[in-house]
């Protein structure tokens, strides 16, 4: 077997030669356990649409007869010199492809040869497939130069379609989409076009990108060269297959997945916040699998990780996440980091925190200092103290009449619910929510059946409010009231204006427009809007665009102790039921 390590234009010059990708796919179609990531189709376009970011590198093995009998693609990225198997993040399964006889020892081969010349690298496997020959991880050096970690990885069979049609007709599933259907014609739609998908790309990625930073706390990712990268894999016939779930003309819910020989894999699926409570994804997942056994697909791989997959799995197989040092230093200070993290999960464990309320703390603590300017702290805590010993606030409630509202001209400088804006969030003062929680409180709200209209400048969203279209109790943190509405009430709240905008009518502007979409809610009947007496701008502002005043609720503080009042009507003070 001979070995040779190809980089940069060595490389492009042999992935350009058609001989050489004719070996390519031969060598795929006999490895027993390649995948598509590794396919020439897949990592071909990905080495063009990533070609600024990263320069090809690849392993070749051939025979006696210079036929290819191992393949290694990877890729150095151009900034930092890192070394990543080809498809990085895009590559669900990353592995090598060989002949079953040199499984083994061409990997063994392919390491040594990238062991010297990375010496100070660290190439990381994510996930290697089921079936990857492992046995050469018992051998020197590599059996104390890898860790080797298990992951499960559940699979859903897609043999039957009348399993599928059967779920989709249980009293739950049936309910939610009935209840779709009042606002259109629920139907799975077949995305089989580069044009078609460019037209739902960014709708869909932005739903998936928005849910996955409000979940788990972390920046909304930016990879400008995907886009590129999906529509040129689309226009390969069976590499890609998308769906969508369309509610009327919306959607609902899409899924950009991946074919991988009889199989289809989970991708990107994502859905609408404003039909969350519906469980789109859910339906959607059901509706295809019954679509993946009309098209003959044996199985829907869910992919490892994620623990609302076991709910679709009828079985499971073992995946590996396997990480190959090159340089022993790296793998020391890897092995100290790992165990300083399982010290830190332990004394957490201790404590009884969990590791997510310890990042939130922290990253609370950092978010007030970094806000908070040190010569305004002494005049804070004399405003917080005077609060707390004497005080006395009063929350004013003003309604606007339906008929008025609706007879608005208003201009629609505002956005509702468009999460592009959301996603440009920046705090700017240290009482407001962080990125993360910020969104969170957005999808929250969407998911509820709510309304946030925004207004974006320059990249930064500069100013937002919400309007709740049916709300039957409203508890005013301020004065410590429950304020009881009554039946079909719209309210407009949580109101902000980023200081570099304010003077520029945008509260006004989204008064009148939220109060006039507020109007032509079916069915309502008042609209109403809180302040504080103290927030003269505020309350100008919404007498100026024609809110009537209607009554307050007061909280006076002295020396610690609160007393609560209000001159509301008592159908305002107590359930409706009561």
Not at 146 to 155: N, T
Not at 284 to 308: N, S
Not at 356 to 375: D, S
């Amino acid at each position: 077997m001979k070995i040779d390590l190809l980089s940069g234009s060595e490389a492009n010059t042999w992935i350009s030669e058609q001989a050489n990708r004719e070996k390519w796919k031969n060598l795929y179609d006999r490895c027993q356990w390649g995948t598509v990531f590794q396919s020439e189709e897949f990592v071909l376009r990905w080495y063009d649409a990533y070609h600024d970011r990263y320069t090809p590198a690849i392993v070749v093995a051939t025979d006696a007869d210079a036929e290819l009998t191992g393949l290694l693609t990877l890729a150095v990225a151009n900034d930092s010199g890192e070394l990543t198997v080809a498809g990085g993040g895009q590559a669900e399964y990353q592995t090598w492809l060989a002949d079953a006889e040199d499984g083994n020892s061409f990997i063994n081969a392919a390491l040594q040869n990238l062991s010297a010349h990375f010496l100070r690298s660290t190439l990381r496997f994510l996930f290697v497939p089921p079936s990857t020959p492992l046995e050469w991880l018992s051998n020197e050096p590599w059996a104390q130069r890898c860790e080797l970690r298990h992951f499960p990885r559940p699979l859903m069979s897609t043999n039957d379609a009348s399993v599928f049609n059967k779920s989709l007709r249980k009293k739950s599933n049936k309910s939610r989409l009935n209840r779709l259907a009042r606002s259109g014609e629920v139907r799975l739609e077949r995305i089989t076009s580069p044009q078609d998908l460019e037209a739902i790309y960014d709708q869909a990625i932005s739903y998936g990108g928005f849910r996955h930073a409000a979940i788990h706390d972390v920046p909304p990712r930016r990879d400008p060269s995907q886009k590129q990268f999906y529509l040129a894999m689309m226009a390969v016939p069976r590499l890609l297959h998308v769906t969508v779930l369309l509610v009327g003309d919306e959607i609902a819910s899409s899924h950009i997945g991946m074919y991988n020989k009889d199989q289809v894999l989970l991708g990107m699926l994502a859905h609408s916040p404003s039909f969350a409570r519906h469980s789109p994804s859910k339906l959607h997942v059901l509706m295809l699998g019954e679509e993946l056994a009309k098209e003959g697909i044996t199985a829907f791989d869910l992919t490892p990780g994620g623990e609302y997959k076991d709910r679709f799995a009828t079985h499971h197989d073992d995946t590996h996440v396997l990480t190959v040092f090159f340089d022993r230093t790296q793998q020391f200070k890897y092995n100290v980091k790992q165990k300083l993290i399982a010290g830190a999960k332990y004394g957490l464990d201790v404590m009884k925190v969990t590791p997510e309320q310890a990042k939130n703390a922290a990253a609370q603590i950092n978010h007030k200092w970094t806000h908070t300017k040190v010569r305004t702290l002494p005049p804070k805590v004399l405003k917080v103290a005077r609060k707390r010993l004497w005080t006395t606030l009063e929350m004013r409630i003003y309604s606007y009449d339906v008929e008025l509202a609706r007879q608005l001209s208003v201009p629609q400088l505002m956005n509702r619910d468009c999460l592009r804006d959301v996603m440009a969030y920046q705090p700017a003062e240290a009482w407001q929510l962080r990125f993360s929680a910020f969104l969170n409180r957005v999808l929250t709200g969407l998911e509820n059946g709510n309304h946030v209209y925004t207004h974006a400048e320059d990249g930064r969203l500069v100013h937002y409010g919400w309007l709740i279209e049916r709300q039957q109790k409203s508890h005013l943190s301020e004065v410590g009231h429950d304020f009881y509405l009554p039946p079909e009430s719209a309210v407009l709240a949580d109101f902000y204006t980023h200081p570099a905008a304010r003077g520029k009518g945008l509260y006004q502007h989204s008064l009148r427009q939220m109060a006039h979409d507020a109007s032509l809610i079916a069915g309502t009947k008042h609209i109403f809007i809180g302040v504080l007496a103290d927030n003269i701008p505020s309350r100008h502002v919404i007498e100026k665009v024609g809110f009537d005043y209607r009554f307050s609720f007061f909280a006076r503080t002295i020396g610690g102790k609160t007393k609560r009042w209000t001159n509301a009507p008592a159908e305002f003070t107590a359930p409706r039921n009561a």
